[in-house]
């Protein structure tokens, strides 16, 4: 595919799709939207030992001509179906608003291919359940992009909470904040939520067993600001604060244990996580009520974070997961959890915060 002068660019859709011949050991790609985050799939992707992209679609005409420019190599197209019907493809990457998933999806597996799809993971759970089902029958791979699971901070956070230097967890406490982007097809539950609850889901490892949810509407129809309460089982309560009304941008999370207590503040250039040696560390003494409460105000320390890009390393699991026939751990078991999480918020919020049952 030549990329020589304004000519090759303009007339690069009448250019059959011809790749290269298979490798073996090599997962060929198609990516199916280069919008916003597009090309970060395809550039991580290209960077990756065992991973080959071929094609990329996108509907809008400025998109094929920004992906052709990049990637003069990569076939481009504006018709999914022939990424998705090609025999040439392993792989589809499915980088589209949410409401197109499913179909997407369901022909990617019904046509051989494993599934890379941007959360959340579906519609609804009905649409999971159904994805989950024909990849089994298929033998094939579903991974959802929870890229905030293969960041330094949140692997060491999870470090940290197996080893016990947190103690038994009390809360998770996060907010997500800016001024916009504003969506016209979600809410701001199913636009930023998705990012802490599947955090929440890889850190506790406990399923919620109910939730109460607020929301209101202010600009476009749809929610742009709610708070989701969780309730787990031992006691442990999460928040999520998500809003797009926010003066300021803020990514923290707060992780309240028995022994330790940590923040997490994602804008932060150093120093991302810290852990504090602070509690609250309560005896009886003569009697039942009689407690006394004593306040500990120890060390706060910052733990060594891995630095890395997390999509990368994300889609490099991904591949690795296709070669060796492995269950991703953001699989599409995991997308259904926080898709029925988002529809049951949904229903509080309807409902003006009302307990829903998960």
């Not at 992906?67 to 190599?73: G, N």
């Not at 022909?107 to 990849?135: D, R, W």
């Not at 809360?171 to 809410?187: E, W």
Request: proline content about 4%; glycine content about 6%; charged content about 20%.
């Amino acid at each position: 595919m030549s990329s020589n002068g304004n000519t090759a660019i303009n007339n690069f859709e009448s250019i059959h799709f011809n790749p290269a011949p298979r490798i073996a050991g090599m997962v060929n790609f198609g990516v199916i939207g280069y919008g916003y985050w597009g090309p970060n799939v395809v550039r991580n992707l290209q960077s990756i030992s065992g991973a080959e992209v071929v094609s990329v679609c996108d509907k809008s005409s400025a998109s094929r001509r920004r992906a052709h420019k990049t990637s003069p190599h990569v076939y481009v197209t504006a018709d999914a179906m022939e990424v998705i019907n090609s025999p040439e493809i392993d792989a589809v990457a499915i980088i589209t608003p949410v409401w197109t998933h499913f179909e997407l999806a369901k022909a990617a597996l019904e046509n051989g291919k494993h599934v890379f799809v941007e959360k959340p993971f579906a519609s609804n759970a009905a649409q999971a359940e159904q994805l989950i089902e024909l990849a089994e029958q298929k033998n094939l791979k579903i991974m959802v992009d929870h890229t905030f699971l293969f960041t330094g901070a949140v692997k060491k956070i999870k470090q940290l909470l197996q080893e016990g230097a947190l103690g038994k967890v009390y809360y998770y406490d996060s907010t997500r904040v800016n001024l916009g982007l504003f969506q016209h097809d979600v809410n701001v539950v199913w636009d930023l939520a998705p990012h802490d609850l599947s955090i929440m889901d890889y850190l506790i490892e406990r399923s919620p067993e109910a939730l109460v949810a607020a929301g209101q509407r202010h600009l476009n129809g749809l929610e742009d600001i709610a708070f989701i309460t969780l309730y787990f089982p031992d006691n442990i309560i999460g928040h999520v604060n998500v809003n797009w009304l926010s003066p300021v941008k803020v990514r923290t999370t707060l992780i309240g244990g028995e022994k330790k207590m940590l923040v997490w503040n994602d804008l932060e250039a150093d120093e991302k996580v810290k852990v504090y040696d602070r509690g609250v560390d309560i005896t009886n003494s003569e009697g039942l009520y009689n407690l006394l409460v004593n306040y500990r105000s120890g060390d706060m320390w910052a733990p060594h974070l891995e630095q890395v890009e997390a999509l990368r390393l994300e889609l490099t699991y991904f591949v690795e997961c296709v070669l060796n026939g492995h269950n991703p751990m953001n699989d599409g078991a995991a997308g259904l959890r926080i898709v029925k999480i988002l529809e049951a918020a949904n229903r509080s919020i309807r409902k003006r915060g009302s307990l829903v049952y998960l």
